[in-house]
C-alpha cells in the first residue's frame, strides 16, 4: 500500500455503491485523478463537506488496485459556498470545471499549469469583486494557450502581420487580417480585441473597463474558438448567465 499526497479542485463527484462516492480531482502533481472516498454519504462522514465541486483541498490517498482510496482531506480553500450561492458565479464556475476536466484527458498526466489556472478562476469567482463573465472568459482564454490553441488576437493567425485587424475566423485561428480573411469571418468591434488581449494577459484594469457589448461579443468568439477545438459543445456553457454590465 502507498500512500501519497497531493492538492487539487474538486471537478466531479459520483455516487459508488451505497455510501462510497468517486472524486474526480485536478491535482497539482498527478494531474488529473479519480478516487474513491469511502462513507461519506453517511451524514456522519466527516470529509463529505470537503469533496464537493469547487472544493480546494488538501489529500491523502493510497493506491488501490482499481481505484485510489482518499484517507484524508484538509481544505485549503472553501471555494464552493460562495460560488453555490450565486448563479452567475455558479454558472461560470461549472464552465471552469467542466473545461477542466476535458482539458486534462489523461490521468496522471501533470497539469500544474492548468490546475493554477483553475484555482485562480476559483477564487476570483468566490471572491465576487469581477463580472463572473471575465473571470470565465480569461481562464478560457489562459486554458486555451496552455492547450496550444489560443486564439490570434493581435497579429494575422495565418501569415503573422501585426494588427490591429478587423476580422476573426475561428477556423483559421482567430484574428486575420484583409488579405488573409476568408469569407464568413465575424467583424468584431476594435474594443473587443482589446479586451481579448487584456483577458489573455490578465491586463484587469483594462478589463475591467470594458464595455457590455465588447463582453458579449468576446464571450462569443471564446465560446466559439474553444467548441470548435473541443469539437464537441461543453454541456455547461451555454448555461451560463452573462450579467455584463
Ligand atoms: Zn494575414
Wanted: proline share 5%; net charge positive; aromatic share 6%.
Amino acid at each position: 500500500m502507498t500512500l501519497y499526497r497531493d492538492t487539487g479542485v474538486v471537478l466531479r463527484v459520483q455516487k459508488l455503491g451505497e455510501a462510497d462516492r468517486i472524486i474526480t480531482m485536478i491535482t497539482r502533481r498527478y494531474g488529473k485523478l479519480r478516487a474513491v472516498a469511502k462513507g461519506v454519504r453517511r451524514t456522519s462522514s466527516r470529509f463529505g463537506a470537503r469533496l464537493e465541486p469547487f472544493c480546494h483541498v488538501d489529500v491523502q490517498c493510497y493506491t488501490g488496485r482499481t481505484l485510489d482510496v482518499i484517507t484524508q482531506v484538509e481544505t485549503i480553500d472553501a471555494f464552493a459556498p460562495r460560488i453555490v450561492d450565486d448563479y452567475q458565479r455558479y454558472t461560470a464556475g461549472c464552465a471552469v470545471l467542466e473545461t477542466a476536466e476535458r482539458l486534462s484527458a489523461e490521468e496522471g498526466e501533470p497539469v500544474l499549469r492548468l490546475y493554477m489556472l483553475v484555482a485562480g478562476a476559483l477564487r476570483a469567482l468566490s471572491a465576487g469583486e469581477r463580472d463572473p463573465s471575465l473571470v470565465l472568459d480569461a481562464f478560457l482564454m489562459r486554458a486555451m494557450a496552455y492547450a496550444g490553441w489560443a486564439p490570434a488576437v493581435f497579429e494575422c493567425a495565418r501569415c503573422g502581420k501585426p494588427g490591429p485587424h478587423h476580422a476573426f475566423n475561428v477556423p483559421a485561428g482567430g484574428a486575420v487580417c484583409d488579405d488573409c480573411r476568408p469569407p464568413g469571418s465575424a467583424s468584431p468591434a476594435r474594443d473587443t480585441f482589446v479586451l481579448m488581449d487584456a483577458l489573455m494577459h490578465g491586463v484587469w484594469e483594462r478589463a475591467d473597463e470594458s464595455a457590455p457589448a465588447a463582453r458579449r461579443e468576446a464571450s462569443g468568439l471564446v465560446a466559439a474558438h474553444l467548441q470548435w477545438h473541443l469539437e464537441r459543445q461543453l454541456r455547461s456553457l451555454p448555461l451560463v448567465e452573462r450579467r455584463s454590465q
